[in-house]
């Protein structure tokens, strides 16, 4: 029998499927003895595949998710690009159609202002011809808008504008302008925007006499100078040795205080705000025309409204073709009259196609207020601002026509310049013309509006 102690046992298989060093290379524990977990690890060569092996494995998951997310955007774009293959073979959807804009209508009195520029003289009259035949014949004088123009361009004015008006019936007169500074200017001087000025005081004196607080006789009491612009000054004095003067001779000289004393303490400024709407500002007047509205903002304070009352409020501003029409309605007994630029338009067959109607646009004051401003505006030519235009070096009067007239006096920036005003209209009793002249100049002046409106009215009234 064979002894059992010469007996060895066989191995058993490792874990891992991989052998063991052999028995030879081991040493046989005894029984009981714990056996040591590094016994069952590889090494060597088995190890090495190992790491390899867990080492892929690590890889292989860390890449898995960016391959699922690389294979999406792959599929995302063929979806976009078959899209846009597919795309490139229809027809595209046709595009919404911009609503067409409506045609830029110009009104005729527009259309004629513009043509102004070409318009030759046929006998006394101006004609402009537009380039689809129709002839404009216009209502201009034509020898006056003649002579104010040289006389603007001769003198070299940095900017004038010039208006006139047959009171009537609204026909213009005359329309012209001059800038030796911008010649771009001139085109649409009559209907823009300037400070009026000392003008305003007619609106002030219409407040008053229209409510019936005076008469052109009418004396009111005052301080300071003649031509103040400070209204702190103008109250009277309780120990007398106060200015006194007339409504009339006041209007004239265009005292400041005495029509800013009667714009707070005799007016007040209900009645001053009445007649400024009344006399067309902060609205649109002129229908058809590309006139600007006249601004005259409410006064806040009695210190402003003293200011407005003597047109020395800046933000208060007129166009000249505004002041040419108050000036021709006060001289139309308070009615004021469209103004037209044309008296017919005729066509290539010598048919007219549009004549010029007179027509009543409002009333800005009554007859008998009418009057009294009259007589009010009349001082201004013979014994006040305008006496120096309207006289030659003896003294003697260079019109044998009765002249209603005022002036303006204002330092402006739009443009930056020292703003001469003229507005009148004459005969007083039978009134044929009424204009508005503004120059405007720099410190140093050659002519006044008042020159250009005493060339003009010497012009009108020499046939």
């Known amino acids: 029998m064979q002894d059992l102690k010469h007996l060895s046992k066989k191995k058993s298989a490792s874990v891992f499927g991989f052998s063991g060093d052999g028995s030879k290379n081991r040493r046989s524990k005894p029984a009981g003895e714990p056996v040591s977990p590094s016994r069952f690890l590889p090494k060597g060569k ?41 795309a490139s073979f229809t027809t595209p959807a046709p595009k919404t159609a911009e609503a067409a804009k ?40 034509g020898d006056v808008q003649r002579k104010v123009y040289d006389f603007l ?17 609204g026909r213009i007169l005359g329309m012209t302008a001059y800038s030796s500074v911008d010649p771009n200017w001139a085109k649409g001087s009559a209907c823009d925007l300037y400070p009026m000025a000392s003008l305003f005081k007619i609106i002030t004196a219409s407040a008053a006499l229209e409510s019936r607080k005076i008469t052109p006789e009418s004396v009111i009491e005052f301080r ?7 209204p702190r000054y103008w109250d009277i004095s309780p120990r007398g040795r106060n200015n ?16 800013g004393r009667m714009a707070s303490d005799i007016v007040g400024k209900s009645s001053v705000m009445e007649s400024v709407a009344r006399f067309g500002f902060n609205q649109e007047l002129l229908p058809g025309i590309p006139a600007k509205p006249s601004r005259a ?15 020395l409020d800046h933000e208060v501003k007129i166009s000249p073709l505004h002041a040419a029409v108050i000036m021709s309605a006060i001289a139309n007994g308070g009615a004021m009259m469209a103004p037209g630029l044309t008296s017919s338009i005729v066509d290539e067959q010598g048919l007219e196609k549009e004549t010029f109607t007179p027509r009543e646009l409002r009333r800005l004051v009554t007859p008998e207020t009418s009057a009294s401003l009259a007589r009010m505006l009349s001082s201004t030519v013979l014994t006040g601002t305008s006496r120096k235009a309207f006289h030659d070096r003896r003294g003697r009067l260079r019109l044998n026509v009765q002249v209603a007239a005022k002036t303006g006096s204002i330092d402006g920036t739009d443009p ?13 009793q039978n009134p044929r013309i009424a204009l508005v002249a503004l120059v405007i100049n720099p410190d140093k002046w050659k002519i006044k509006a008042s020159q250009v409106g005493e060339l003009a009215l010497e012009e009108f009234f020499r046939r």
């Open 46 to 86: 088995r190890l090495r595949q190992l790491k390899l092996a867990l080492l892929s494995i690590a890889i292989i998951l860390a890449l898995a998710p960016l391959c699922v997310l690389a294979f999406r955007q792959t599929t995302l774009s063929g979806s976009h690009l078959w899209t846009r293959i597919a």
């Open 102 to 141: 409506p045609p830029v209508t110009v009104s005729r009195f527009e259309a004629a202002r513009d043509l102004l520029a070409t318009a030759e003289a046929n006998g006394p009259l101006l004609t402009a011809r537009t380039p689809e035949g129709m002839r404009h014949i216009y209502t201009i004088q």
């Open 153 to 169: 361009a001769k003198s070299r004015v940095p900017y004038g504008v010039f208006v006139a008006i047959e009171p009537v019936s």
């Open 224 to 230: 300071g100078g003649s031509y103040s612009e400070n």
């Open 244 to 259: 006194r003067m007339d409504a009339t001779h006041a209007m004239g000289k265009s005292i400041n205080p005495f029509y």
């Open 297 to 311: 903002g409410e006064p806040v304070s009695n210190h402003g409204l003293r200011l407005m009352g003597a047109g």
């Open 416 to 428: 930056k310049g020292h703003y001469s005003w003229f507005a009148a209209f004459a005969p007083i």
